[in-house]
């Protein structure tokens, strides 16, 4: 790393060096919260940089795998313990790159310690089993072996938790890594892949590389020695990577969004309600694939609970996610602040009724800044592009029904499908939701956002294609079956 002016100038990780890219030019990582101020420069990298990461992935492979589940799972308890021992420092490197409160991002690295603890324990777990022989002098098993090389590309949204939860499960499977985070994240990427260096991982274990989507993306789609692809980010790019991943025979993950709805039910507890939808959709600035985006509320309660929406909205402050006191940030970059600002006038245009927020402040603490204030828009049919599309920012569509079936009827009438919530004290209800709810995480008086670590994560329909990360589900993408048969 190479620091002037008070900037830092991150390199490329390949082969166990940090090493500048071969074009010799940089890219800038500016904070949302005030965009004149550059975070850090990363590498503009190229293909002859990406084919050296390769490179070293394929020499390290035979002994990584060699090494042993148990070993290379004691590596990652000793990344674990260096990543929490630099929680703050990366924590506010996340706050300052991305934008979201500081509290919110040592939750999130306090999180991502809790993922390598967990992937760390895989090195102790059962990878096979075995199975009865027709024969019975014959012994008949199966194991599980790494795919090989495997690519990660992640998003900016969870630019510690994201990328963790992909390395973790990869590297303790026995596979080896070209890793490609968001340029807007790449920063606090670099923070993470130092904690790993420090542990000691072999050389050409893990490979750090930042550049262009269209240069080093789509070059690490298509590079001949990829043998796995795993991939959060947008539904068109997600499409490319599933396209691209089949065309050239590697196993695909991808994990693209949606648009979650959360149904509040006439006997429901408004108040928790409530709580839960704002947190849902406001938090991280709504830049969550699982963000509440729209709410359908039973007729009955429709009024009463938009009043109490309204009235805890209002309670909201925002601003600079490294000062105290301050309950949501910016949004992430000028590209998503311009996407956000353009969804709030599709729904004026459409016929909603901006009843709340969608403002951009300004004033001398914002005007470098992406700051706007969370928005709510009441008269929302569910045909209309703000309760169709994914905007992944702070904004809520709310939709009426006059009962169950047709909420259920609301919540699946999109082409989304990853998270949805129900709130309602009727067992009934519930289990029915539980049934018909077109999602990959269903949640029952819990708001839409919320991933456990251990548990399978990912979507339905066009929120995700491929095996479901995290948890023990995690093996299924990063590993493959050996049957073996022994006859003595």
Known sequence: MVTKNNITTYKN???NEWVSS???ELLES???MNKNEVVGYVQKSTQEDLNKAFQAADAAKSAWRKLGQHARGQLLFKVADILEANIDDIAQTATREMGKTLPEAKGE?????????????EGMRKNGDVIPASDKDALMFTKRVPVGTVGIITPWNFPIAIPIWKLAPALVYGNTVVFKPATEASVTAAKIIECFEKAGLPKGVLNFIVGSGSVIGQGLIEHPSLNAITFTGSENVGKSVAKGATESGVKYQIEMGGKNPVIVMKDADLDNAVEAVISGAFRSTGQKC????????DSAVYEEFKQKLLTETKKITVGNGLNDGIWMGP???QSQFDTVKDYIEIGKTEGAKLIAGGEVLDGEEFQDGFYLTPAIFDNVKADMRIAQEEIFGPVIALLEANDLEEAIEIANNTKFGLSASIFTSNIGSLMEFIDEIEAGLVRINAESAGVELQAPFGGMKSSGYGSREQGEAAQEFYTEIKTVFVKG
């Open 13 to 15: 990780f390949i082969n």
């Open 22 to 24: 071969q074009s010799n």
């Open 290 to 297: 699982t963000a509440t985006s729209k709410v359908i509320v």
């Open 109 to 121: 690295a306090a999180r991502g310690v809790a993922i390598l603890r967990y992937y760390a324990g």
């Open 331 to 333: 949004c992430a970059s």
């Open 30 to 32: 500016v904070s949302p």
